[in-house]
């Protein structure tokens, strides 16, 4: 088999685990759709995990790439998608969902994901984004009763259609101004305003998936709207996806103009000057908005998902940061790595956290507020323990691997010389590691008032799959584990 299709491999061995799922479906009891299915689609997660050995780094049909970098980013993608299985499968047990057509959605979602992460030319980026955001508009929808959520099922799929024209005309700019679709094609003579046009719109349309201000207005609602176990897989796939595919584009915007190879290499630096200084300054301009409003504002939550929404945010902020290292603004060499471990630190450290709150939850997570997890974690002590360590690296405090991710992303800062900025940044996390700190409190503390004695009868439907427990776990052993690396 050629180099070619076994980079397609993971993509489609997870797309076939997603037709094997939908096909599945209709022949299982509702009481077994949820005991088997999950599994299935674990296992096609697992092949796609392991095919990731056989791919080899370089170019695709020119339109995809697969380098290092990359292939950390798909078992990122994997992982999580492991998660929100679990944390899905939980939540729809306990509340006797009769379907079991979410697995196959998150299946799908997660090969658009991994599409954005390889893709290296402008209209395979936005097919990988379409297939990312169409079955998740599904699964925020999925409580079909529920009014928050259709609220924002509809919310983002308006948004998220007008955003995909926005990424699609400035992809129609840039193909008038190269005459190909893809990232590095040689802009031609007169036609430089057009190109920088056309990447300022296409960067912002990425930027709208991320969540990164300003236009984050749909991030809260839209997580607060879908269950905690969807919001677990939002947090992490998308956002790995529609960042990794946003550090691609800006090294093509680098190589462009300078007429070199195509930097497909996200684990190679590069050594060229920033082709648009204006791209430059709206990215920090971005990144600083995103930190401050996703500090303060996640702040006066009472809702675990609205402040991990707001944490959502800010950390797209950082990730943006990384972009800028260690001298974007000036010539020298760009190096994605600080970005890229950050990106894999936020993603395990978001979806573990969620997926564990979805361990506490009642039914239509009645239970996701601080006041509803308080005393909590003395019943379950496994997703308790691994919840915090989750908290403890989004908040960079040692020994999770989210400290090494900012310390990385910081000291480039200041090598950088763009030390205001680090400033800036340095302060507002210990701003946001307040929220972090306090939901972690409030799983240990003890309860207000005594809950009434249980009976027995209802805490088999209350009791957590295996599947969301081994992934929690893991997702705390990876934080501790990554800090290593």
Known sequence: M???LMNFLPIVLLAFGALVSLACEPFLKNENKHRVIPWISAAFILFSALSFFAAMDGLSYNVFAMDPFRRYLGWTILFCTFLGLGA??????????EGGEPYGLLLLAACGALIMTQAVDFLSLFIGMELAAFPVYGLVGLRRKDRNGNEAAFKYFVTGAVFSAVYLYGMSLIYGATGSTHMSSA?????RFLYHAGLILAVFGL???AGAAPVHFWVADVYRGASVAVTAFMAAVVKVGALAALGSVMLGSLVTPAGVASAWNLSEPVSVTLSSPLLGKILVVVAILSIVVGAFSGLAQKSVRRILAFSAVMNAGFIVLGLLLPAYLQKG?????????????YAIASAGALAGIAAFSGKNDEKETLKGLRGAGRKKALPAFAVAVCLASLAGLPPAAGFL????LFAGLFSAQMIAVAITGFTLSLVAAVYYLRIAYVLFAPPKEEAPACCGCCCKSKRNSVMLSIGVALAALSLLALILV
Do not use: C, D, H
């Open 207 to 209: 930027l709208f998936k």
């Open 405 to 408: 991710a900012k310390f990385n």
């Open 333 to 345: 060499s760009v190096y994605l790595w600080p970005m890229v471990y950050f990106l894999i630190t």
């Open 2 to 4: 050629s180099s070619n």
């Open 88 to 97: 899905v499968q939980t939540t729809l047990s306990r509340e006797k969902f």
């Open 187 to 191: 802009v031609l003579e007169g036609r």
